[in-house]
């Protein structure tokens, strides 16, 4: 042992660096050590972020010379660079990101149907008083809104608490792995928000309508 490394930053484990067990010795002893390992990385740093295309290119040529790869054949090794990488993640994440979209848009789906079952049952039950409003003088119009809003409220109230939990999720978070960046987004509680209202609104309409339609006399009677 001709030294000991500096122990490294721990980065997002919040225990005990894996690489501060490492080790660095010649590659001729290695594979004196290790004969069955055939597969090595060679990790490499460009002088510059506009010498990398260059970089690539020396490297592959140095590497087909030592390997004895023809020119007519492909190259039996990989290059990856930071960006590789960087677009690997993209990939990665877009995917996730489009699978959550359409988890939530089926969740938001459902609970507007539930939404709308919820003010068809409301729209029964209250046929009488609607009756009554009606025969007052409340218009097509005013009971129309008035159902939209009771929706609408419903649903604002259900993102509200939504967004209550996704806050009280990322202090958790916050609180017990500090070393993750968990934060709350303005726009994306606006957003949500919005989504929240506009389902009640768009799945609040049929129930209003049906409201608005019913006959007065029709809805007096009704037991």
């Known amino acids: 042992v ?9 980065g997002l484990n919040p225990g005990p660096n894996p690489e501060d067990n490492l080790v660095e010795l010649p590659i001729s002893s290695f594979q004196k050590l290790h004969p069955e390992i055939d597969d090595y990385w060679i990790a490499l740093t460009p002088i510059s972020q506009d010498a990398m295309p260059q970089t690539i290119d020396q490297v592959e040529g140095l590497l087909r010379r030592l390997r ?7 190259s039996d090794f990989a290059v990856f660079t930071q960006d590789v990488v960087t677009d690997l993640w993209n990939q990665i994440s877009g995917g996730i990101f ?17 939404v709308m079952n919820i003010m068809l049952v409301s729209v029964t039950e209250r046929t009488r008083e609607i009756g009554i409003r009606k025969a007052v003088g409340a218009t097509r119009k005013k009971i129309m809104t008035q159902f939209l809003l009771e929706a609408m409220v419903l649903t604002a109230l259900g993102g509200f608490l939504g967004i209550l939990a996704g806050a009280g999720l990322t202090i958790l978070i916050r609180t017990l792995v500090p070393f993750l960046p968990a934060a709350v987004s303005p726009l994306w509680v606006v957003l949500g928000f919005s989504t929240s209202v ?26």
Request: proline content about 5%.
């Open 2 to 10: 001709v030294g000991v490394l500096e122990k490294r930053s721990s």
């Open 68 to 74: 004895g790869v023809r020119y007519d054949e492909p």
């Open 98 to 114: 489009a699978v959550m979209l359409a988890i939530s848009s089926v969740a938001l789906l459902v609970g507007g149907v539930g």
């Open 198 to 223: 506009a389902t009640g609104l768009i799945f609040g309409l049929y129930p209003a309508y049906k409201a608005a339609r019913l006959d007065p006399i029709e809805a007096l009677r009704y037991e």
